[in-house]
């Protein structure tokens, strides 16, 4: 695969919680994971999912921040959100991983690509990764991500579920 990713906090969470944070690494020949995101997933409580999981990324994934452009300062996004954007910046060729909305309304306002948790599942779903994508959807939720019932109808289309 010839994409590279950074993500942020929600979809490691939610990938580390559902064990499913391998994905990203399958699906592309770089991801890195900016020191605030890791610095807010290892917040979590110490037996949490997604901090066991970031324990066991493979050396190099968590990098660190530039400098954060006023252009991304100022949508006074969260720590993590400003610093993928960041990061997506000053690396072209990145897809930010992002679910929540400011950010990624942020990312497309910048130009930076970007990708959601859902949109990991799908790519893996046609990479053959997984098997299919409506049973992870309840997982998904379980583990904090809201899905609207309209997207996961749209996601299963997509997935050629439904």
């Known amino acids: 695969m010839d994409r590279r990713f950074v993500l942020n906090t929600s979809p490691c969470i939610v990938l580390g919680k559902t064990g499913l944070l391998h994905l990203p690494f399958k699906l592309a020949r770089a991801v890195a994971l900016p020191h605030g995101v890791a610095a807010e997933i290892r917040a979590g409580e110490s037996g949490d999912l997604a901090r066991k999981a970031l324990e ?17 300062a100022a949508w006074d996004l969260g720590r993590g959100e ?18 929540d909305r400011a950010a990624r309304n942020c990312a497309k306002a910048l130009g930076v690509p970007v990708l959601g948790t859902l949109g990991l599942i799908l790519l893996a779903r046609v990479n053959g990764l997984i098997p299919a994508v409506k049973p992870l959807l309840f997982e998904i939720r379980d583990a904090g991500l809201y899905v609207s019932p309209d997207l996961a109808r749209h996601v299963l289309l997509r997935a050629g579920e439904l």
């Open 82 to 99: 400003t610093e993928v954007l960041a990061f997506a910046l000053a690396n072209p060729g990145f897809e930010a991983v992002i679910d």
């Open 56 to 72: 066991e990324l493979p050396g190099g994934t968590v990098v660190r921040a530039p400098e954060i452009p006023p252009e991304v």
